[in-house]
């Protein structure tokens, strides 16, 4: 890789990262304007409780992050060389559910085919016989 494509792409990455960076607070910024607007409008007439301030909205979806969901990127403990173990895995429980779904589906259908599904079935065509 030339030199100009290596300084291009590290610009490039170093604007990413800052964009991200700026994205973020700019999303924090407007989550907790949003948490504090809509507690603001709803909980004092529902519940009685005193309304908050900004601070109080950005604690409140620190704190709704942390109980919820956690800081992260949302695959914790993946490790790269489990995922076609994973995905062999997978495959195999799907396909020995799809089997056994299968087999209880037909003795199922079969027991309600044999029980009511034929009278009903046959009571069905005799009445479009009759109308017609």
């Known amino acids: 890789m030339s030199y100009k494509k290596r300084v291009k792409s590290k610009v490039k990455k170093t604007f990413g990262i ?10 924090l910024v407007v989550a907790s304007f949003a ?58 429980f799907s396909k020995e559910f799809n089997r056994e779904f299968d087999e209880e589906f037909d003795k199922s259908y079969d027991e309600w085919w044999e029980t009511k599904g034929k009278k009903s079935f046959k009571d069905f065509m005799d009445k479009e ?3 017609e």
């Open 18 to 27: 800052i964009g991200m960076i700026i994205g973020g607070i700019a999303f």
């Open 35 to 92: 948490i504090m607007w809509l507690w603001n409008w709803l909980v004092p007439v529902l519940f009685g409780l005193a309304t908050i301030t900004y601070w109080q909205g950005l604690g409140l979806a620190v704190l709704g992050r942390l109980l919820l969901g956690g800081f992260g990127s949302g695959h914790k403990s993946c490790d790269d060389n489990d995922k076609p173990v994973r995905s062999e895995i997978k495959k195999e």
């Open 129 to 131: 016989n009759a109308d």
